[in-house]
T-cell receptor
């Protein structure tokens, strides 16, 4: 069983749609990261969360520590948002776990 | 301020050869992490280093793999006697402090192909 589960695995959306990607984890965590991996392979850190909610432009990330769940939302999606979105957690035992990613395609 | 640099970007080796992957962290960052991404799989943590110290190598294969981050110069991930299963993308990331509470900045990766 994976410590970090993401859903959906694949997602196709029309440009302008509101998108939600979910991440559930089974360990106690110190922090949770959302990463974006572009088709060319480059990885960008989007958010680091330990509680609450963060917003950056059209991206919003939330975390519910009690429910061990985080969501990444993209408002007014655009084709350039097409990428793999990865959830990663640092557990309280100093271990680092990655989800397998959600592949998002936004169609013009 | 240049980002995290990795070289080479692509590396081809024959089975049994050695592969050396280099990572130069962002200026001012003293913490380096190495990750491996096998084809069609997610990222996996390998090792976390500070200058001259290995902090956590729990993700490193027990044999043939080693990493260092010397006082001067880049961090090096070394794979001896490579096998086909080592073919993967290897990413390095750096942060200014401990990875628990700091954002990591990723390099572009080195794609290793073992023939």
């Amino acid at each position: 069983k994976n410590e970090v589960e993401q859903s959906p695995q694949n997602l196709t959306a029309q440009e302008g749609e509101f998108i939600t990607i979910n991440c559930s984890y089974s360990v106690g965590i110190s922090a949770l990261h959302w990463l974006q991996q572009h088709p060319g392979g480059g990885i960008v850190s989007l958010f680091m969360l330990s509680s609450g909610k963060k917003k950056h432009g059209r991206l919003i990330a939330t975390i519910n520590i009690q429910e061990k769940h985080s969501s990444l939302h993209i408002t007014a999606s655009h084709p350039r948002d097409s990428a793999v979105y990865i959830c990663a957690v640092y557990d309280t035992g100093n271990q680092f776990y990655f989800g397998t990613g959600t592949s998002l395609t936004v169609i013009p | 301020n240049a980002g995290v640099m990795q070289n080479p970007r692509h590396l081809v080796r024959r089975r049994g050869q050695e592969a050396r992957l280099r990572c130069s962290p962002m200026k001012g960052h003293s913490h380096v992490y190495w990750y491996r991404q096998l084809p069609e799989e997610g990222l996996k943590f390998m090792v976390y280093l500070q200058k001259e110290n290995i902090i956590d190598e729990s993700g490193m294969p027990k044999e043939r793999f080693s990493a260092e981050f010397p006082k001067e110069g880049p961090s090096i991930l070394r794979i001896q006697q490579v096998v086909r299963g080592d073919s993967a993308a290897y990413f390095c990331a750096s942060s200014p402090g401990t990875f628990f509470y700091n954002e990591q900045f990723f390099g572009p990766g080195t794609r290793l192909t073992v023939l």
